[in-house]
C-alpha cells in the first residue's frame, strides 16, 4: 500500500503540489455552474434562483460537512504516523456516523429555503426555485460528506492520485450529464439540481470503486468494528473547531459578495474578479498547506518533534515563496487580468484600482494557508478557530464595513478587510508559537 512513510517526503510533496494544480484547472466537486450559467443566462430569475441555491447548499451544508470531516485531518495523519494501522478504519468509521447524523440538522434548515429567503427579502419567485432547487440535492448531501471523508482518508496516508484520477473521470461524466438533463431534456433549474445531484454521488461511489479495486484499504480496514460507536468525544472534540475555521472563512466569502451586490453591479464584478483571482491563487499555498497537514501528523504520530518541526517551516517557506512570485505577477497584469473574467471598462478600471491593495493579501492569505494546515496536523483546531473568528469577524468586518459604506470605499473596503482578517489570522498564530504547540502535541 502506497504510504507516506514509504516514500520520499520531496515525493509527498510534489504529488499534494501536483494535485491541487490539477484541481485548480479540473476542480474535484465542480458544481456546474458554467453549464447551469449558459443554460439559464436568458431567465434572469432562474439564474438568481440557482445561485442563491448553491449558495445555501454551501454554506448550511457543504461547509458543515467539509469542516466536520477535517478532524480525519489530525486523527488519521498521527494514527497513520503512529503505524497503528487498523485504528485509522477505526476512525474512519467512526466519522462515517457522525458525519452521517450531520446530515439532519443541516436538512432541516436546507428543506426550510423558502421561508429563510423569503424572510430576507428576497423575491418569491427566485425563493420558490431556490427551494427546489435545494429539495432535489438534498439527498446527495450524504454523497459528498462521504467524499470528503474519502479523499481525507486517502490524503492522510500520502495517497493523493486516486482524487486526481476520480476527479477527472467525474468531471467528463458531469458534462455530459449536465448536458443531457440541461439541453436534450430541457428540464431547467430542476435539470441542473438532478445533474449537480448526479455528480454528487458519482463522486463518491467512483472513488469508493477505485478504493476497492486497487485495494487501497486493506492494510488499515479490518472490517466494522463496536470500537467506532465509542470514544466519540474525541473526534467531536476536534470536528467542531475544524469547522469553526471552515465556516468562519468560508461564510465570510458569501457575505462579501451579497455587501458588494448593495454597493452596484460594477461593484459586484470587480468583487467577482477579485475573488475569482483569490480563489485561483489560494490553490498553490492550499497544496502546501495539505502536504504540511500530512506530514506534520504524520511525524508527531511517530512521535519525530524535530521533524514536525522542520515540515512546518518548510510548509510556510514555499507557500510564501510561490505567493511572492504570484503577487508579483499579478501587480504586473493589474490593468489587462480582469479580461480573463469579463471585457466591461468599468469593471477593468475598478480591478485596476484595487489590485495593488490585493497583492499583500496574496501574501498574507498563504500564510495562513500554510498556518492552517500546521494546525490541523497538530490537533490545535481550537487556535485556528479563535484566530479565524478574530481576524474574519473581530477586525475584518469592523474595519471592512464601515470602509465600504461610511467612507465610500466599495470594493476596496472589502479588500481592506480582507488584508485586515488575514494580519490577525497570520500574527495571532505567530504569537502563540506554532513550535510550542508542535511540542505539546507531541507531549
Same mark, same amino acid.
Given at each position: 500500500m502506497e504510504s507516506s512513510t514509504q516514500r520520499s517526503p520531496l515525493s509527498s510533496w510534489r504529488d499534494c503540489f501536483v494535485l491541487k494544480r490539477i484541481r485548480m484547472l479540473v476542480p474535484v466537486g465542480f458544481k456546474a455552474e458554467i453549464i447551469e450559467l449558459s443554460?439559464?443566462?436568458?431567465? /434572469?430569475?432562474?439564474?438568481?434562483? *440557482?445561485? &442563491?441555491?448553491? %449558495?445555501? @447548499? $454551501?454554506?448550511?451544508?457543504?461547509? +458543515?460537512?467539509?469542516?466536520?470531516?477535517?478532524?480525519?485531518?489530525?486523527?488519521?495523519?498521527?494514527?497513520?504516523?503512529?503505524?497503528?494501522?487498523?485504528?485509522?478504519?477505526v476512525i474512519l468509521q467512526r466519522a462515517i456516523l457522525i458525519l452521517l447524523l450531520a446530515c439532519f440538522p443541516c436538512w432541516a434548515i436546507l428543506i426550510n429555503t423558502e421561508p429563510i429567503l423569503l424572510a430576507v427579502k428576497q423575491k418569491p419567485e427566485v425563493a420558490r426555485l431556490s427551494q427546489l432547487y435545494v429539495k432535489i440535492f438534498m439527498p446527495a448531501l450524504p454523497a459528498t460528506f462521504?467524499?470528503?471523508?474519502?479523499?481525507?482518508?486517502?490524503?492522510?496516508?500520502?495517497?493523493?492520485?486516486?482524487? /486526481?484520477?476520480?476527479?477527472?473521470? *467525474?468531471? &467528463?461524466?458531469? %458534462?455530459? @450529464? $449536465?448536458?443531457?438533463?440541461?439541453? +436534450?431534456?430541457?428540464?431547467?433549474?430542476?435539470?441542473s439540481a438532478v445533474a449537480n445531484a448526479l455528480s454528487q454521488f458519482s463522486m463518491a461511489a467512483i472513488l469508493y470503486a477505485y478504493i476497492l479495486w486497487k485495494g487501497l484499504h486493506k492494510a488499515t480496514w479490518g472490517g466494522w468494528s463496536k470500537e467506532c460507536l465509542q470514544d466519540w468525544g474525541s473526534y467531536i472534540h476536534l470536528a467542531i473547531p475544524s469547522m469553526v475555521m471552515l465556516c468562519v472563512e468560508w461564510w465570510s466569502y458569501e457575505i462579501g459578495g451579497f455587501l458588494a451586490g448593495l454597493i452596484s453591479e460594477t461593484e459586484l464584478g470587480a468583487q467577482s474578479v477579485v475573488y475569482g483571482l483569490a480563489n485561483v491563487a489560494y490553490m498553490f499555498p492550499m497544496g502546501f498547506g495539505i502536504a504540511g497537514n500530512v506530514r506534520v501528523g504524520n511525524a508527531l504520530g511517530a512521535g519525530d518533534t524535530e521533524q514536525a518541526k522542520l515540515s512546518a517551516k518548510l510548509t510556510v517557506f514555499c507557500a510564501v515563496s510561490v505567493s511572492i512570485c504570484l503577487s508579483v505577477l499579478l501587480g504586473s497584469l493589474k490593468n489587462h487580468i480582469s479580461y480573463i473574467f469579463t471585457y466591461d471598462e468599468q469593471i477593468r478600471e475598478r480591478v485596476a484600482d484595487i489590485i495593488s491593495l490585493y497583492a499583500p493579501f496574496v501574501l498574507l492569505d498563504a500564510i495562513a494557508a500554510s498556518l492552517g494546515g500546521i494546525i490541523r496536523g497538530a490537533g490545535k483546531q481550537r487556535i485556528g478557530a479563535i484566530c479565524n473568528i478574530l481576524g474574519y469577524y473581530g477586525v475584518g468586518f469592523t474595519v471592512g464595513v464601515p470602509l465600504m459604506f461610511v467612507a465610500k470605499l466599495g470594493i476596496q473596503g472589502s479588500v481592506d478587510r480582507l488584508v485586515y482578517l488575514c494580519v490577525s489570522a497570520v500574527l495571532i498564530p505567530d504569537f502563540l508559537s506554532v513550535e510550542n504547540e508542535l511540542e505539546e502535541s507531541d507531549n
Open positions: 443554460k439559464l443566462s436568458g431567465p /434572469v430569475t432562474e439564474l438568481a434562483g *440557482v445561485s &442563491l441555491a448553491i %449558495a445555501v @447548499i $454551501n454554506v448550511t451544508g457543504i461547509s +458543515i460537512g467539509s469542516g466536520l470531516a477535517a478532524a480525519c485531518d489530525t486523527l488519521i495523519s498521527q494514527t497513520f504516523g503512529s503505524r497503528n494501522l487498523l485504528r485509522v478504519g462521504m467524499y470528503s471523508l474519502e479523499t481525507r482518508y486517502l490524503q492522510n496516508q500520502g495517497i493523493i492520485w486516486p482524487q /486526481v484520477i476520480t476527479g477527472i473521470v *467525474v468531471n &467528463l461524466l458531469n %458534462a455530459l @450529464i $449536465n448536458y443531457i438533463f440541461l439541453y +436534450i431534456l430541457n428540464m431547467g433549474v430542476a435539470g
